[in-house]
């Protein structure tokens, strides 16, 4: 288990990340969702023992990961923007690798450089964003790390290899113990794949549950109220986090539970209710505008 | 278990990242060693020299050639291997790589340490090799040499890890490559720029400044920069003198080091692209920089105005906009932005008042660097350069029959000794000039006061400080004294007399006839005969009489003398190298054996007295800037010319601790059976005779004739055609 605690850090005058506490657990898949400049990458960071917090600890299976061989050999980063050194090509990549994380496994990597078609030999640098991509996910799930931090590793991928790439994640989770984490803005590819998700924005994290958890606590509901006085009296009873009206129907999104949000609801003696689905994008926004981040106060 | 070989293994795909760099240092030891050697032994061999000598030069190159072309790549070696092993810090995107690796940074450091001493030392020990054969083969090989070739990887060794250390830790506290590049250009540059700004103050503002490098300068311009600290660690083992300087330099190796591993290990990978990595470093940075920048200006500014005035004003001027230049210049690098250049504002006014209150300590003495004296129990030894006042060449007799040879020079400084005695004259000289100085004499008035002689106190521990100081003719002689009495002044002073006297050429010797002569020019056995008869004067006389009124002038020439055998000196066949030698030596009326040897000499007089004075021609100055001359005035008359006999000395005969007077602008003695020898004087504490003061006051009030300075040459020639009766006419 990943445990942050009250971690901090300040780049300058920028609060980079604001006193987050969040865990991974074992063999769930980690998203890591938030706006731009929310902490994301500096979090995933701090977890790879990059960098150290100002303040609070990271422990990873009850040790810091700073500065700590033991616990970074249970962790394999894959970076936004990842760097191959000069003349490398894929099998000097997993040598190195293997040269430096204890359960690397070369048949694994040479198994999946087959099925992902991707040249052994050539150099790396002359690979596409998606193969460097491609490679990196290869690189780490031979290297047998506990953990994998993944830093928008599915931009650029094309939607076959996401798909590969998260069968691959799925099978890896049922075959040993791993956990990976994936840092992205595309909320549509972690709903598909996520068990847990931690919300974080402007440094700080507004919420960290299972995915399903979180569905059953927001919910999104279309009705049809008789007059206004009982729309004021709902809002007032239920815990809105976004009221919007078309025309006569009323869209709410409120945390609670499906049967409480409609008791109160039924109570008003709606002309028209139903419930809608609601995908983790709407969560986000609907979380996020509640935390003051909404398209007006971007714009105007 | 895989990460405890992490290292080694490590190690291997470093060696195989940057595999261009060893075939570069390859190419490199390779051009310095083997290359060289074989174009060295090809001249040698060219040049026939015989096998004793081709062993010393090719010993010689083991330990001074090799040493400097190994150097040169070893520097190279040093610059590749840091920056390529560490310049990954200065991009996000490779720390981020390297550190979430996991391995400790610690084994990071040292495994890439190691690499780059693998990358080092490889391509040397392979090349050096190499060059070893190659000698063998050529018939210089012997287990001294392996020595020597073992020695000299260490001395690059330690030259290596100097450098490489140097700039890793420029590396690790900087944060992209502009910051990077100047740090590197400050660390191995900024000693000798500050070396130079000290000098620059101190020669403008403090009077007995002498040009010697020592103290603080002298370690700011050779040991502060780690490049030349290596050239010096090459130099000191080159010359034999390693012992003493070994140690320091190994010591900062080992404090550059964990300077190093520490900025290394301790490095927030988040502040990669920053210009400094530890804040507390722009601090340091900046009044380093900003400081010694305004004094600069401030000085440079000083040295264009006239006046004393307006020179403070424009010194001021110059200083301030040197510091608000440089402190802005800093700021941009740092913060990146213009709007934030004087955030720190507090800091450069701080900057800007320590900067004049420098200056201003400078000007006003602060130190009292003109007063300094030393006590006489720190001092160890007490030398000066005015060895050129009584030029002699340095000799000195090797077991072997051959010689040292040192040749007079004005800036070599001798020892003179550490007596009490001697250390109160060298006062006298020092208060003297702190008086002058106090009566704000300036400074070109200052040394026409008198000779400027600089003397070197060499404390008893082991630094040296250098002053110049006014000295007169009287202090001069004390100081000559206390130096001779002492024993080894005197010993080096006439060591040109240690020579051998097969090797003595000629002897030329003025006396008090003002005539120069050579001596025994074709009577060999003569001349050593007198060498060795002036070598026991000498050996007997003591301070006072080396120091008194001299009766003759000897020039002692020698020649063909065997050189000590060194390798810069050697002649191809096996011949010696020759040289000559040459020295004056004043004679004393003491000196009874030589001058009983030269009174046997029929030809020579050694005093006026033995010779028959005929007439003395007198030219007054009538003018302070003698360009305008009298007429010549002639004097034949009996007293007169005994008069004139008694007080009158050559200037030659007169050493730098008397004084002589010389009223006129010439006197012309015109001898019986000599020619007309010129340029007299009045010997030391003898009297202007009456008869020449009347003459004297007579032509500057015009009674007499006079002449342009530039007729001086025909005054002769003038002399010739005025009779005996005119001039006595003119006279009377």
């Known amino acids: 288990m990943i445990e942050v605690n009250q971690c901090s850090k300040k780049f300058g005058m920028l609060q980079a990340v604001n006193k987050v506490s969040l865990q991974i657990g074992n063999r769930e898949v980690f998203g890591l969702v938030g706006s731009n400049g929310a902490g994301k990458s500096t979090l995933l960071r701090m977890m790879a023992g990059i960098i150290r917090g100002d303040e609070g600890n990271i422990l990873v299976d009850g040790t810091d990961v700073y500065e700590n061989e033991k616990a970074k050999s249970s962790i394999f980063y894959i970076a936004d923007d990842s760097y191959f050194p000069a003349n490398f090509t894929p099998r000097e990549m997993a040598v190195y690798y293997k040269n430096v994380y204890p359960s690397f496994r070369m048949q694994k990597y040479e198994k999946l450089m087959k099925q992902f078609h991707l040249d052994e030999r050539g150099k790396i640098n002359r690979f596409s964003k998606g193969m460097k991509k491609q490679l990196l996910v290869i690189l780490g799930i031979a290297a047998g790390t506990k953990y994998m931090l993944c830093d928008e590793t599915f931009d650029g991928l094309d939607p076959v290899m996401r798909q590969a790439v998260k069968s691959l994640f799925a099978a890896e989770i049922m075959n040993?113990?791993?956990?990976?984490?994936?840092?992205?803005?595309n909320l549509r590819e972690l709903e598909d794949i996520c068990d847990h998700v931690g919300l974080l924005h402007q440094g700080g994290i507004l919420l960290s549950q299972d995915l399903e958890e979180l569905k059953f606590h927001i919910h999104k509901v279309q009705c049809v109220l008789s007059d206004s006085q009982k729309e004021k009296e709902l809002a007032k009873e239920l815990d809105v986090l976004s009221i919007q009206h078309q025309g006569s129907l009323l869209l709410i999104t409120a945390r609670g539970t499906r049967t409480e949000i409609m008791e109160r609801i039924q109570a008003k003696k709606p002309l028209f209710c139903e419930i809608l689905p609601l995908t983790l994008e709407e969560i986000f926004i609907s979380e996020t505008e509640v935390a003051g981040y909404e398209i007006k106060n971007i714009f105007w | 278990m895989k990460l405890k070989i992490y290292s080694g293994k490590q190690i291997k795909m470093n060696i195989k990242e940057q595999v261009w760099i060893p075939v570069i240092l390859l190419i490199g030891f390779f051009l310095a060693f083997p290359v060289a050697e074989l174009l060295m032994m090809g001249n040698w061999f060219g040049m026939n020299y015989t096998y004793d000598q081709l062993q010393i030069l090719y010993e010689n190159l083991w330990k001074d050639g090799f040493l400097r072309t190994g150097f040169a790549i070893t520097v190279i070696a040093a610059l590749l291997n840091s920056v390529s092993e560490f310049w990954y810090l200065y991009s996000s995107k490779k720390v981020d790589f390297y550190h979430s690796i996991p391995v400790k940074r610690s084994r990071m450091f040292f495994s890439r340490m190691f690499t780059g001493i693998i990358f080092f030392a490889g391509p040397y020990l392979l090349m050096e090799f190499l060059t070893v054969c190659i000698g063998a083969m050529r018939g210089c090989f012997s287990l001294h040499l392996m020595k020597l070739a073992f020695y000299m990887f260490l001395i690059h060794l330690i030259c290596y890890l100097l450098i490489y250390f140097a700039i890793v830790l420029v590396i690790c506290i900087t944060g992209n490559f502009l910051m990077g590049g100047l740090c590197f250009v400050g660390v191995f540059l900024y000693g000798t720029v500050l070396s130079s700004l000290i000098t620059g103050y101190e020669e403008t503002y403090f009077r007995t400044y002498a040009r010697m490098l020592y103290g603080v300068c002298k370690v700011l311009k050779r040991d502060v920069s780690p490049l030349f600290l290596g050239n010096e660690l090459v130099d000191k083992y080159s010359q034999g003198e390693l012992k003493g300087f070994l140690f320091p330099v190994l010591c900062v190796v080992l404090v550059l080091t964990a300077a190093s591993f520490f900025a290394y290990i301790k490095r927030p990978s988040e502040r990669t692209g920053e210009a400094l990595i530890y804040p507390f470093t722009q601090v340091v940075i900046r009044i380093l920089v900003v400081i010694?920048?305004?004094?600069?200006?401030?000085?440079?500014?000083?040295?264009?105005?006239?006046?004393?005035?307006?020179?403070?004003?424009?010194?001021?001027?110059?200083?301030?906009?040197?510091v608000i230049l440089s402190y802005s210049l800093l700021e941009i690098v740092y913060q990146m932005d213009f709007r934030k250049i004087y955030v720190h504002w507090v800091q450069l006014i701080l900057c800007g008042v320590l900067a004049i209150l420098m200056a201003a300590g400078f000007k006003t003495d602060v130190i009292r660097y003109d007063r300094y004296f030393p006590k006489s129990g720190q001092v160890e030894m007490i030398s000066w350069n005015g060895v050129n006042m009584e030029s002699s060449d340095y000799a000195e007799e090797k077991a072997d029959g051959r010689y040292v040879i040192g040749t007079n020079n004005v800036e070599a400084m001798i020892d003179l000794g550490n007596s009490e005695d001697l250390l109160q004259a060298v006062k006298k000289a020092a208060d003297r000039t702190y008086k002058n100085i106090k009566n704000n004499v300036g400074k070109e008035d200052l040394e026409e006061s008198g000779r400027m002689v600089t003397f070197g106190f060499t404390m008893?521990?082991?630094?040296?400080?250098?002053?110049?100081?006014?000295?007169?003719?009287?202090?001069?002689?004390?100081?000559?004294?206390?130096?001779?009495?002492?024993?080894?002044?005197?010993?080096?002073?006439?060591?040109?007399?240690?020579?051998?006297?097969?090797?003595?050429?000629?002897?030329?010797?003025?006396?008090?006839?003002?005539?120069?002569?050579?001596?025994?020019?074709?009577?060999?056995?003569?001349?050593?005969?007198?060498?060795?008869?002036?070598?026991?004067?000498?050996?007997?006389?003591?301070?006072?009489?080396?120091?008194?009124?001299?009766?003759?002038?000897?020039?002692?020439?020698?020649?063909?003398?065997?050189?000590?055998?060194?390798?810069?000196?050697?002649?191809?066949?096996?011949?010696?190298?020759?040289?000559?030698?040459?020295?004056?030596?004043?004679?004393?009326?003491?000196?009874?054996?030589?001058?009983?040897?030269?009174?046997?000499?029929?030809d020579l007089s050694i005093s006026l007295q033995d010779v028959d004075v005929e007439s003395a021609d007198v030219v007054f100055d009538l003018s302070e800037d003698a360009t305008v001359l009298s007429d010549p005035v002639q004097y034949t008359g009996k007293e007169e010319l005994t008069e004139l006999k008694n007080i009158l000395i050559p200037p030659e005969l007169v050493p730098e601790w008397e004084t002589f007077n010389s009223p006129w602008a010439d006197l012309t003695l015109n001898i019986r059976g000599k020619e007309a020898v010129e340029g007299w004087a009045i010997r030391p504490g003898e009297k202007t005779p009456e008869f020449i003061l009347l003459d004297q006051e007579r032509a500057q009030e015009g009674i007499l004739g006079e002449n342009e300075s530039e007729d001086s040459t025909d005054l002769t020639t003038n002399l010739e055609d005025t009779t005996d009766t005119e001039v006595m006419d003119i006279y009377e």
Request: glycine content about 10%; aromatic content about 12%.
């Open chain 2, 460 to 602: 008893k521990s082991g630094t040296t400080i250098y002053r110049n100081y006014i000295v007169d003719s009287q202090i001069l002689k004390d100081i000559l004294q206390a130096a001779y009495r002492e024993g080894d002044y005197k010993k080096d002073r006439y060591s040109i007399l240690n020579i051998d006297s097969k090797y003595l050429f000629s002897i030329t010797g003025i006396f008090g006839d003002g005539v120069y002569t050579t001596l025994w020019e074709r009577d060999k056995e003569k001349r050593t005969e007198f060498l060795e008869a002036l070598r026991q004067d000498i050996l007997e006389a003591d301070a006072e009489i080396l120091t008194g009124q001299p009766c003759g002038k000897l020039y002692l020439s020698f020649g063909q003398i065997p050189q000590e055998r060194t390798p810069d000196n050697m002649v191809p066949d096996g011949r010696e190298f020759l040289s000559g030698a040459g020295g004056m030596v004043y004679m004393f009326p003491q000196f009874s054996r030589s001058l009983a040897l030269l009174e046997e000499e029929e």
């Open chain 2, 292 to 322: 010694p920048t305004g004094l600069g200006t401030g000085l440079f500014f000083s040295l264009f105005p006239e006046n004393t005035s307006s020179r403070d004003a424009w010194e001021i001027f110059g200083l301030l906009v040197g």
């Open chain 1, 176 to 185: 040993r113990d791993f956990s990976p984490v994936i840092a992205s803005h």
